[in-house]
């Protein structure tokens, strides 16, 4: 009877005793209708089932300037953005002019964006010059495609005073064009993204191809810039391969995050690596490799140590 009775005393405890609070994680990514998005899920995946005491969600957001913003004031602990808005951020230049964010640091590269600009066919426009004087959607209000359609069309004596500008994320951007409200639009993102796929199965959709002399002059104006191939096939329609603007995507974490945190975090994704592979196929870019000659800003040292025990070594300039 009294072992009973302890019994029951033991699970009253038990049962009032609150559950293990796991810390919550936030992962800064972009609208559904680009890459960051699934991404920034898959990575919450791999943290929620790989690192105890720790529980992750993806954020939709206005992608790379705010996600900037939502690291330097702690109210995202990782975030995805476009290599030369994570520079600027760091360097205070271009958006972020007099307001440098020093804290922002890397635990990797995601992948590559490929600025891609799409219009419909018998729009008129086939290339970039053709978009003077055209109702044009230069992406969200603070993202990444944004900052790369000013920088593209400005490095080619195109400024917005010689368009008709829109700045709508990549769903609204597909739903424009559609209905005939712009005659084309710029999506800075992993190819292939939801938004243009579906706009393809319905519409026959034209990728706008830079000249030789266009790719150099945007490639002079940025240095994380790179000419990279769309190929032939990615969408329904578009046969041939395109060559476009290639942009890296950083995971930026702040210098405030723990060692311990950072080191947990880029071990889980690189060890898992497969987990986010079968989110979306741009993780197929995410390599130790990538992270180390891609990175325009310092790595984390949490990250530094995982790479070392991989056998890696660290380039000077990506220490802290």
Known sequence: MKFLKSLAAATLVLASTPAFAQEQLSIATGGTGGVYYPMGGGLAEIINNHIDGYAATAEVTGASVENMGLIATGDADVALALADTVQQAY??????????????????????????????????????QDMVGKRISIGAPGSGTEVNAEQILSANGISYDDIDEQRLNFNETADALANGDIDAGFWSVGAPTSSILNLATTNNIVIIALSDE???????????????????????????????????????????????LAYAITSAMFENIAELQAV????????????????PIPLHPGAIRYFEETGATIPDALRP
């Not at 002059?217 to 990279?228: K, M, Q, S």
């Open 280 to 295: 979306h196929p741009a993780a197929n870019e995410t390599t130790v490799e990538l992270a180390l000659t891609a990175s």
């Open 91 to 128: 360097t205070g230049t271009g958006k972020f002019e007099g307001q440098q964010l020093p804290m922002v640091r890397s635990i990797g590269i995601a992948y590559a964006n490929m600025v891609q600009i799409v219009a419909l066919e018998g729009s008129g426009i086939t290339s970039l």
């Open 214 to 260: 266009e790719l150099a002059a945007a490639d002079a104006a940025n240095p994380v810039f790179a000419t990279t191939t769309l190929a032939g096939g990615t969408y329904v329609g578009v046969d041939d391969d395109v060559k476009v603007i290639g942009v890296p995507n950083v995971l930026v974490v702040s210098s405030d995050m723990s060692d311990d």
